[in-house]
């Protein structure tokens, strides 16, 4: 059986990898096995950092509804253990919004909880 050269299918190959590099440096966009390691890390990043995104969030949250409750004279981990006791079920995200930008709701909302 004759001999198959493999230098059409590795040329692809390797396109298709530097082709997942762009806009990277150096080594990393010309040659493959760089690129291959460039690549392999941007998506172990882009994991973990897609899960850090929604502590990230729900950080900000906190902060934004501590913020409001304090300026009303409780403090934030009052404001959930009591929203918690009347069974009130309203996500933080959702309080960090009214909070920001509907101040009046937010307040009826500490009001009711008071």
Known sequence: MARVKGGVQAAKRRRSILAGTKG???DRSKKKRAAIDATHH???YAFAHRKDK???FRTLWTARINAATRA???SYSVFINKMKKKGMA???KVLATLAKEKA???SRILSQVK
């Open 72 to 74: 009303e004279g409780m």
């Open 42 to 44: 941007a998506f172990s």
């Open 104 to 106: 009046p709701v937010f």
């Open 24 to 26: 990277y440096r150096f």
């Open 54 to 56: 929604k502590a990230d």
């Open 90 to 92: 309203v996500d933080r």
